[in-house]
Every structure is written in structure tokens, then in C-alpha cells.
């Protein structure tokens, strides 16, 4: 993979909505992370119009931005939803591989090479973590009732989108710099349900995908309940199937809306 020397290899986006509590441990450790690393990197910060000082926190760390790790807070036109805070930020992104995860860290950051390892090397475009396969490692466990919505409503995802896809809903998922830029310009949902969507968009694409199993957690302190989260996601899905029939994932969609080559 060849970059230019002003580019950095990787950009880290982070959606933020009324992460006071929970984003400075975050940034100082992705800073610390970072730091140890051979290579550039950049962080965008996303607020999805918080009503706490998430903002001011982020910016807090600005101190610690230089010219080998770059920070940068965008800040959205209101609540819009995680899609469009993600969206946001990966459109803006201009590293080589373009990974996005949760506030929280539910996946620690030690599992980055995971995903972006296999698009260094070249085998895959987009790959993404998986609380589902048999190797990954759940170190703090959901709810059960929280495991048995997941699972069916997956069951569902994979049956509404023809992707055998055992976990949509892992937000740790690193993009090859081209990929990013094909699927994200045509990116419809706003909301949870844009994690399959994303998918599909990449293997409609025609993007190598790989889903690898990473090590993960259960944070307290969601900003939403289980229940509507769920039924937030599966109404999304539909909402994939609709879109897809009329053309919205077309190809020439990208020169045309977005301009790109």
C-alpha cells in the first residue's frame, strides 16, 4: 500500500453523543496507543449535538495533537443518530485505512491490528469485528435478554441482506481509503441500523470483506434502551431493501452526488 508522505496511514473516528463521563479515558488512551506506533494517524471526534461538555473535552486534547497524531472535532447539525455521526467523520477521514469504533472502547484498542492488518497486507477492503465467531473473547457479557434480541435480529439482517454475517452490530470497523470512499458518499440511514448497511453497500461494491473475531466487552452507560435500539435497526433493514430497489446504492450515485473518481 502506497501513501503519501502527508497522508496519514490511519484515521480514527469516534461518534460522541453526551460522552462527558466516558471520552477523555477514551482519547487519552487512543493518544497513548498511538504514540507507540511507527505510523501517522489522525482522530475525528464526531459530536452528534450533546447537551453535556463532550465537545470541550474532546478539544481538551488538542494539547496532545501533533504532526505524527493529528485531533479534530466535528460537530453535527443536532442529534442526527451514530450513522450519520460515522458518516460525518469518514468522509472527512483521509488516512489510508479509515476505522471507526465506540466511545466506550468496548473493543480494546490492542485489537487494531486485527482489522487493519489484513488491508495493509493487501487480502481485504473492508474488514470488521465480531463478538460471534467461536474465537472471540466476551469479557464482560450482555444480557441475556440483550444476546437473544442480537442473535435474532441478526438472523433476520443476514436473511433481509443475503450476508452471512454473524455479528452487523460490532462498532469496530476498519475501511480501505477507497472503499471508505465508494461506500460511505451512498450511505442512507442515519441511525443504528447503518452498521449492515455499510456491509452491503461494500459487498454490492464488490469490496473483499472479512469479519475477524476480536476481543470485547459490555460498557454500561448506553444512550439507548436495548428494546428500541433493536427495533430501530430491524426497521432500518427493510429500509436497506427498499433503497436497493431504487437504485440508491448505484454505483454512479458517487461521481455524481459526491465527485469522486
Known amino acids: ?17 453526551n460522552e462527558e463521563q466516558r471520552l477523555g479515558k477514551t482519547l487519552s488512551e487512543t493518544f497513548d496507543y498511538l504514540a507507540a506506533q511507527d505510523y501517522s494517524s489522525e482522530i475525528i471526534v464526531v459530536d452528534d449535538g450533546s447537551r453535556d461538555q463532550t ?61 487493519i492488518q489484513p488491508i495493509l497486507k493487501g ?7 465480531s463478538r460471534a ?33 454473524k455479528d452487523t452490530q460490532c ?10 470512499q465508494t461506500v460511505f458518499p451512498l450511505q442512507q440511514i442515519e441511525g443504528f441500523g447503518f452498521d449492515p448497511e455499510i456491509l452491503f453497500i ?12 476480536v476481543v470485547w466487552r459490555h460498557v454500561e452507560g448506553s444512550k439507548v434502551t436495548m428494546f428500541s435500539a433493536t427495533i430501530s435497526v430491524l426497521t432500518e433493514v427493510f429500509k436497506i431493501r427498499w433503497n436497493d430497489l431504487m ?4 454505483s454512479r450515485k458517487v461521481t455524481e452526488e459526491v465527485g469522486l473518481q
Open 1 to 17: 500500500m502506497t501513501k503519501d508522505k502527508n497522508t496519514p496511514l490511519l484515521s480514527i473516528v469516534i461518534p460522541a453523543y
Open 55 to 115: 465537545v470541550e473535552i474532546a478539544n481538551s486534547f488538542q494539547s496532545q495533537a501533533n504532526e505524527k497524531t493529528k485531533l479534530y472535532v466535528l460537530k453535527n447539525p443536532g442529534n442526527r443518530g451514530k450513522g450519520y455521526a460515522v458518516r460525518n467523520g469518514m468522509l472527512h477521514a483521509i488516512g489510508e485505512i479509515h476505522l471507526f469504533f465506540d466511545a466506550d472502547l468496548a473493543t480494546p484498542l490492542d485489537q487494531i491490528p486485527k482489522v
Open 133 to 165: 465467531l467461536d474465537e472471540a473473547v466476551i469479557q464482560v457479557e450482555q444480557s441475556f435478554l440483550r444476546q437473544l434480541r442480537g442473535r435474532g435480529g441478526n438472523l433476520l439482517i443476514q436473511i433481509l441482506t443475503g450476508m452471512k454475517i
Open 123 to 129: 487480502e481485504y477492503d473492508v474488514v470488521f469485528g
Open 247 to 250: 437504485g440508491k446504492y448505484d
Open 171 to 180: 462498532g469496530f470497523k476498519a475501511f480501505r481509503r477507497q472503499a471508505s
Open 202 to 213: 461494500a459487498n454490492k461494491r464488490g469490496w473483499r470483506w472479512k469479519e475477524v473475531p
